[in-house]
């Protein structure tokens, strides 16, 4: 029972840097989210996904871009990584709207 | 968009205490959710809860969904409580479940 599995766990990037975060459900969930955790803070959404084929942006998209590859997969990608992104990143999955929100262990992210 | 306050923003409570968390919303929720974040960073969910009352062990909820706000009640709390506790919503006019800033307790012995 994986739920959802999120790669890499911990990164440390360079600033100007690009990477992508990966994650991927097996429950067969329509809905996939982003968020990203600040230290002390709240989950704030970045993007969303209803389904596959669809994506959505959430409270604070900028300087991120997603891709939902197929109906198990929801990759968040850095273009150019900046001070301001360093994080920790959550995945999380639902079946349907109303329905118990899955969430990944977390992506502790640095950029120096 | 919908706003999500939640108070009090810190609560330190003896191990054997209760306690009550809040969650107010803004508008008409179509799904109302309450999470502990436990030290390790762990989101574990509790309840999905857009209105009427549940139970689990020791924990309650009860969502007021015309008054737009939810409870959650902590009964002798123990120190595996300790952690945030979030309450999400998302609304009818969108699947976005947006969270709120998080009830940060600490239970000593």
């Known amino acids: 029972n994986a739920g959802v599995t999120q790669t890499p766990k911990f990164q440390v990037l360079k600033t100007g840097q690009s990477m992508t975060l990966q994650c991927a459900q097996d429950?067969?969930?329509?809905?996939m989210y982003w968020y990203r955790q600040d230290p002390g803070m709240g989950l704030r959404l970045i993007y969303y996904?209803?389904?596959?084929?669809?994506?959505d942006k959430g409270e604070v998209p900028n300087g991120y871009n997603v891709s939902r590859l197929n109906k198990r997969e929801f990759s968040l990608r850095l273009e150019s990584a900046a001070p301001s992104q360093t994080s920790v990143y959550f995945c999380?999955?639902?079946?349907?709207?109303?329905?118990?929100?899955?969430f990944g262990e977390g992506s502790w992210l640095t950029v120096v | 968009g919908i706003q999500v306050e939640q108070s009090p923003p810190d609560l330190i409570l003896q191990e054997g205490a209760n306690s009550t968390l809040r969650c107010n919303f803004s508008?008409?929720?179509?799904?109302l959710q309450w999470f502990h974040q436990n030290p390790w960073g762990q989101l574990i969910n509790l309840f999905y809860?857009?209105?009427g009352t549940k139970q689990n062990g020791r924990l309650s909820a009860t969502t007021v969904a015309t008054e737009r706000y939810s409870l959650l009640y902590i009964s002798s709390s123990q120190t595996t409580d300790s952690g945030v506790y979030f309450c999400?919503?998302?609304?009818?006019?969108?699947?976005?479940?947006?969270f709120g800033t998080g009830t940060r307790l600490q239970v000593f012995p």
């Open positions: 999380a999955s639902t079946g349907q709207a109303g329905n118990t929100i899955y």
């Open positions: 429950m067969n969930h329509n809905s």
């Open positions: 996904s209803a389904s596959e084929g669809t994506t």
């Open positions: 508008d008409s929720v179509n799904n």
């Open positions: 809860i857009p209105s």
């Open positions: 999400a919503v998302d609304g009818f006019k969108t699947d976005k479940l947006i």
